[in-house]
């Protein structure tokens, strides 16, 4: 049987990441390169300098890919690319690298969408079995997602406002954490006490959607107050009720999706999902309802592996992108 191999390109944000992927399923190579130390003075991702160190990483991260995979040009199937959602300037390099190697070697060239490639993650944890629910939460997005076959996504639930991960970020920056902040403050939550009631947005409400600026700005307003009155507030109490509230809200959410269709599997995935807190209080939503997949942690954040195991479904329908192929910075499904 024939084996398909795919070079996969993801240089949407702050990583510059190049993978190799067999047969849509297992990882040969996942170079990742982060730039999060040039940003961190900035507050946050800076998108020119973003673009200048994907130009500057992107030639090795794929001569490393390769000799990781063991492979060579000429044992490829096909070359893919993150295309949108992300930064206009930094997705572009990933584009221009993919469409010369495609151009060189004769290869055919994949456009892949950043959500679809971080509800793929799961793939290469287990086969997805459809129909299956998909939670994506990560920096720039907070979706509730219906995948009734391979490639087929519906949108049951967005964010009014802002993405989860972006509260967490700017809730950290006021916490006098360096960005990104997710990952101490869920390691503070796990160390304070839960001392504040902080407003939980739409949980009442009958929909899926999600709303994190209202908590985000009384978190903010907690913090600004008690400065004011010259009065010290433990951090790691704020964390703790913030991501409490915050897991809340998600899990609601995700359980009314759930409960409403006809799931094999809830599949949760993106930066977030890497949250302990998420983890442990979603294990437990689904411990009586059904299957659930989160992938390791290394496949929460952006890489390009779940680009690959995404783009392996649109080699086997012989979706393919031509020259045109251009950057769409609010690419959504
Ligand atoms: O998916 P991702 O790597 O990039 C985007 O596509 O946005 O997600 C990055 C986001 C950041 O907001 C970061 O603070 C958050 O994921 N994050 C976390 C954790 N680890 C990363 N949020 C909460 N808890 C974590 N453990
Ligand atoms: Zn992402």
């Known amino acids: 049987e024939a084996e398909t191999l795919i070079l996969a390109f993801e240089t949407s944000c702050d990583e510059t990441s190049v993978a190799v992927i067999k ?8 170079i990742i390169a982060t730039q999060i130390k ?34 060579t040009y000429q044992d490829l199937s096909a070359v893919a690319v993150t295309y949108g959602p992300g930064l206009v300037g930094s997705l572009l390099i990933g584009i221009m690298a993919a469409k010369s190697i495609s151009w060189a070697q004769n290869l055919p060239l ?19 079995s459809y129909p299956a629910l998909a939670l994506v939460v990560s920096g720039g997005h907070t979706e ?68 994190f600026s209202g908590i985000k700005s009384a978190v903010i307003n907690t913090i600004h107050h008690a400065e004011q009155v010259g009065q010290t507030l433990n951090k790691k109490d704020i964390a703790t009720s913030f991501q409490k509230d915050v897991v809340e809200i998600l899990v609601t959410k995700t359980q ?29 939503l689904m411990a009586s309802r059904g299957e659930l997949i989160f992938p390791p942690l ?36």
């Open 256 to 284: 009314r999706a759930w409960d409403q269709g006809d799931y094999q599997q809830l599949i949760v995935a993106g930066g977030v999902a890497a949250n302990q807190g998420l983890r442990e209080s979603m294990q437990q």
């Open 298 to 333: 290394r496949l929460c954040g952006d890489n390009a592996a779940m680009i690959g195991a995404f783009a392996h479904v649109k080699y086997q329908r012989g979706e393919f992108a031509d020259w045109t192929l251009n950057a769409d910075p609010s690419l959504d499904f």
């Open 144 to 211: 509730l997602v219906r995948l009734s076959a391979p490639g087929e996504f519906q949108i049951l639930g967005d964010t009014r406002d802002d993405a989860v991960g972006e509260a967490f970020d700017k809730v950290g920056r006021m916490l006098g954490v360096n960005y990104p902040a997710g990952k101490t403050i869920d390691q503070w939550a796990h160390e304070g006490q839960d001392n504040f009631d902080f407003p939980r947005a739409m949980l009442q409400e009958d929909n899926l959607d999600f709303s």
């Open 110 to 128: 994949i456009g892949v969408n950043h959500l679809a490639g971080h509800i793929y993650a799961a793939n290469l944890v287990k086969p997805i």
């Open 23 to 30: 047969n849509g399923r297992e990882i040969l190579a996942n």
């Open 38 to 71: 040039s940003h961190q003075r900035f507050g946050g991702v800076v998108p020119e300098v973003a673009s200048r160190h994907h130009v500057e990483q992107i030639v090795h991260c794929t001569r490393l890919a390769l000799a990781e995979a063991q492979v």
